[in-house]
């Protein structure tokens, strides 16, 4: 393990990263992300020394932790720790587990700057340091083994950096006029669909069954007997459907359940899960029984909205969603 305490401002631009591993695999791992997203290793420390060396860090671009391993304690103390900072200091955090570790990392780290990666590549962490540090690194790419990498890598970044750019952005601007004025709405218009969904003419909808619920879950599997599963990734409505199933059946679904349901790379589900619950459709709960577990659930909105859907839908000449 190594460490370099020297601080950003002796690297200009360069943004710095933190990582805690709790093996050496790991931390090769993440050395090679953090070179390849144009990034400096500030530190590469073990598990052990994390709490501490937090402690008394200064200011620093992003801090990294690879899990191998269940460390007990130690690790849902560190979790603990990463989730007040990130929240108290706006610092992002990247947190790699294992997918037997996913439910009680997502148990202790939901609200700040934080990302979850599950058994990722080199391509999900360039990924996810990219959008910590929000374009601020130049993709490094005399670090990668081959030329295909070093494009593949330089048009990932790329991409997640105009992604990084383009929301924060859209969360600065405010509409200066009125759609249809001129205004920043009226510059791009939705393409005209042949077909448009009918206003729903039911107050109160009759919720659905679970196993009608099901039925459209195994219509969307059946399409993978026949197509390229890729061709319909849908991991929110999967999981919203899932978690429709399940409420209706009176189940709990945990975060690695849900991501299973998500038929999406764990990852990716992560952040959708983040997403879903950003936008008021999903709520977390503690599991009573187990502080390391918590249970998603939908949110009253959702069901409102899901029961509405279902309504409409499914007409009275039995049309099949």
Same mark, same amino acid.
């Given at each position: 393990m190594t460490d370099d305490v020297g601080g950003r401002e002796c690297h200009g631009a360069v943004p710095s990263a933190l990582i805690f591993a709790d093996s050496e695999a790991g931390g090769e791992a993440v050395s090679e992300a953090v070179i390849a997203a144009g990034g400096r290793i500030a530190a590469l420390l073990c598990l052990h020394d994390a709490v501490e060396r937090l402690n008394r860090q200064a200011a620093i671009d992003v801090v990294i932790v690879e899990l191998s391993r269940d460390h007990g304690p130690l690790m849902d103390r560190l979790l603990d720790l990463l989730g007040y900072m990130a929240v108290r200091d706006n610092r992002p955090v990247v947190v790699a587990a294992p997918f037997v570790l996913l439910d009680c990392v997502a148990a202790r780290l939901s609200n700040g700057p934080i990302t979850l990666l599950c058994e990722p590549d080199l391509f999900d962490r360039v990924s996810a340091l990219s959008l910590a540090w929000g374009g601020m690194a130049a993709l490094? @790419?005399?670090?990668?083994? +081959? /030329? *295909? &990498?070093?494009?593949? $890598?330089?048009? $990932? #970044?790329?991409? @997640? =950096?105009?992604? *990084?750019? +383009?929301? @924060?952005? $859209?969360? =600065? /601007?405010?509409?200066t006029s009125p759609p249809g004025l001129g205004g920043p709405a009226s510059r791009v218009a939705d393409v005209q669909l042949r077909y448009s969904a009918q206003p729903l003419d039911v107050k109160a909808p009759t919720m659905p069954s679970a196993e009608e619920v099901r039925d459209v879950l195994r219509l969307r599997r059946m399409r993978n007997?026949?197509? /390229?599963? +890729?061709?319909? *990734? &849908?991991? #929110?409505?999967?999981? $919203?459907? /899932?978690l429709m199933a399940a409420q209706l059946e009176g189940e709990e679904v945990s975060v690695?359940?849900?991501?299973? #349901? *998500?038929? @999406?790379?764990?990852?990716?589900a992560l952040r959708w899960i983040r997403t879903m619950t950003d936008l008021g459709l999903f709520e977390r709960r503690a599991d009573p029984t187990d502080g390391r577990r918590i249970y998603i659930n939908l949110t009253e909105a959702a069901v409102t909205a899901l029961a509405g859907y279902f309504a409409a839908a499914n007409p009275q000449d039995g049309l099949m969603i």
């Amino acid at each position: 393990m190594t460490d370099d305490v020297g601080g950003r401002e002796c690297h200009g631009a360069v943004p710095s990263a933190l990582i805690f591993a709790d093996s050496e695999a790991g931390g090769e791992a993440v050395s090679e992300a953090v070179i390849a997203a144009g990034g400096r290793i500030a530190a590469l420390l073990c598990l052990h020394d994390a709490v501490e060396r937090l402690n008394r860090q200064a200011a620093i671009d992003v801090v990294i932790v690879e899990l191998s391993r269940d460390h007990g304690p130690l690790m849902d103390r560190l979790l603990d720790l990463l989730g007040y900072m990130a929240v108290r200091d706006n610092r992002p955090v990247v947190v790699a587990a294992p997918f037997v570790l996913l439910d009680c990392v997502a148990a202790r780290l939901s609200n700040g700057p934080i990302t979850l990666l599950c058994e990722p590549d080199l391509f999900d962490r360039v990924s996810a340091l990219s959008l910590a540090w929000g374009g601020m690194a130049a993709l490094g @790419v005399a670090d990668i083994s +081959t /030329d *295909a &990498d070093s494009a593949r $890598l330089r048009r $990932l #970044a790329e991409e @997640v =950096n105009r992604i *990084a750019r +383009t929301l @924060v952005r $859209l969360s =600065n /601007d405010k509409p200066t006029s009125p759609p249809g004025l001129g205004g920043p709405a009226s510059r791009v218009a939705d393409v005209q669909l042949r077909y448009s969904a009918q206003p729903l003419d039911v107050k109160a909808p009759t919720m659905p069954s679970a196993e009608e619920v099901r039925d459209v879950l195994r219509l969307r599997r059946m399409r993978n007997r026949f197509f /390229d599963s +890729t061709l319909f *990734a &849908d991991p #929110a409505w999967d999981m $919203l459907l /899932d978690l429709m199933a399940a409420q209706l059946e009176g189940e709990e679904v945990s975060v690695s359940s849900l991501s299973i #349901a *998500a038929s @999406v790379p764990s990852t990716t589900a992560l952040r959708w899960i983040r997403t879903m619950t950003d936008l008021g459709l999903f709520e977390r709960r503690a599991d009573p029984t187990d502080g390391r577990r918590i249970y998603i659930n939908l949110t009253e909105a959702a069901v409102t909205a899901l029961a509405g859907y279902f309504a409409a839908a499914n007409p009275q000449d039995g049309l099949m969603i």
